[in-house]
Each structure stands twice: as structure tokens, then as C-alpha cells.
């Protein structure tokens, strides 16, 4: 069975410019959430999708934004970038419909986005 | 609102020795608890969690933790680690109402040495 699969595994962008970064859950997974790791930060929640739904958020400007598609696949955008935007980015994916955590949530290996 | 408190940044143990790593909570409601495991380079993968029922949860790799509701702490203990143990540990909550949204604690980094 597949695990989380996030792409790209390392990018490197320039400040101003926007990234996509891409997340394909487990199969049968409809939930996804984000997360950003940084070292002064830690792990913050970004936001989590269900059904194509933004169902939470979590306190990042908008600037950060995220999508989910029919098939489970999740995207995030993070446009006019800055310096402190270089963290590295998890996606996690749970099968969870009423969203309780009884199966707890899969993480991918993230994507590490450095902003120079 | 919830927090969690890992009030060790670091760890050093011997191999075959025990070990316990803190993690405290803050939260007005009803949680769950999680401890997830973050090796070098890798997304994190989850322990063990405690969602309702027996106190004492017991995880993948040998490791439990126990849920004190009155001390708001969820410690996670090891009997006798290994070398492949040296990992950074996270402590997580989420309340039962919004719980697919996960606090995070700073972390423990536990380093096992021969």
C-alpha cells in the first residue's frame, strides 16, 4: 500500500515568486492536512481538507491557500513568497470521515522549500 | 485553545537504559493525545494514541505512554531503547470537537549512545 506522496521533495524559489507544492494521500484517504516545520516555529497546522472542503484553518495569512480535488489529491499555494517561508512542508492523509482521529493520520516525508 | 509542553529539547540516554520524555497539555476541553517519531529527513509516523478508555497506551517499537487527566500529562516511556531509538519525539493534542487539526510540541530529540 502506497504511503503519503509528496512532490517535490526539495525546491528552491526566489522571494516574490509563488510554488505549488503537491500531495497525494493514501488510497481511500479523504482527508488531508498541512503542516509547516520550521525550527524556530516547530509544527503548526496550516489547514485540512475533506471532501473537496476547507474544514480547518489554521493562523497563516492568506497568502498560504490549499486545494482538494475529487480524487483526494491536495495542493498548496503559497504566493508572493518570503524568506521566512523556507520550512519544511508535511501533508498527512487519514481515512477519517466524521473528523475524529481514531486512525490517526499517515504523514508524508514533505517537501523542504527553501526561499533565497 | 490547546499547548503542549516538551520540556526537554534534548535526551541523551545509554542503550538498554529506560527512558521517559515529558509532554504536558493545556486545554479547556476534552482531548486526544498523540506522540509521533520524526527520523532525519522523514515525515513523522505515529507512536501510539490515546483517545478514550485504559490510561495506558501502548505503542509501536516497545514504547507506552500513560494519560494523567489531573496532572494533564501524557509522559512516553521506554523500557530499553537501541540506537535505532535516536529520533526527535513530538507530543501532540487535539481537542475531540475539531480534531483533525493537531498542536504540536517543540520536540524532544532522544540520542542513544553505545
Known amino acids: 500500500k502506497a504511503g503519503v506522496t509528496q512532490t517535490p521533495r526539495y525546491l528552491i524559489k526566489t522571494r516574490g515568486q509563488q510554488v505549488t507544492l503537491s500531495c497525494s494521500p493514501i488510497?481511500?484517504?479523504?482527508?488531508v492536512s498541512w503542516y509547516q516545520q520550521t525550527p524556530g516555529q516547530g509544527l503548526q497546522f496550516l489547514f485540512e481538507y475533506f471532501s473537496e472542503t476547507q474544514r480547518n484553518k489554521g493562523n497563516f495569512p492568506g497568502r498560504f491557500s490549499g486545494r482538494q480535488f475529487s480524487n483526494s489529491r491536495s495542493e498548496m499555494n503559497v504566493s508572493t513568497l518570503e524568506l521566512g517561508d523556507s520550512a519544511l512542508y508535511l501533508c498527512a492523509s487519514s481515512p477519517a470521515s466524521d473528523g475524529t482521529l481514531t486512525f490517526g493520520y499517515t504523514f508524508g516525508s514533505g517537501t523542504r522549500l527553501t526561499v533565497v | 485553545a490547546q499547548s503542549v509542553t516538551q520540556l526537554d529539547s534534548q535526551v541523551p540516554v545509554f542503550e538498554e537504559a529506560p527512558v521517559e520524555l515529558r509532554c504536558n497539555y493545556s486545554s479547556s476541553v476534552s482531548v486526544y493525545l498523540f506522540w509521533y517519531v520524526q527520523y532525519p529527513n522523514q515525515g513523522l509516523q505515529l507512536l501510539l494514541k490515546?483517545?478514550?478508555?485504559?490510561?495506558l497506551v501502548k505503542g509501536i517499537n516497545g514504547f507506552e505512554a500513560e494519560f494523567n487527566k489531573s496532572q494533564t500529562s501524557f509522559p512516553l516511556r521506554k523500557s530499553s531503547v537501541h540506537i535505532s531509538d535516536t529520533a526527535e519525539y513530538f507530543c501532540a493534542v487535539s481537542d475531540t470537537g475539531t480534531a483533525s487539526k493537531l498542536t504540536f510540541g517543540t520536540g524532544t530529540r532522544l540520542q542513544v549512545t553505545l
Open positions: 488510497s481511500g484517504h479523504r482527508s
Open positions: 490515546y483517545l478514550s478508555g485504559s490510561t
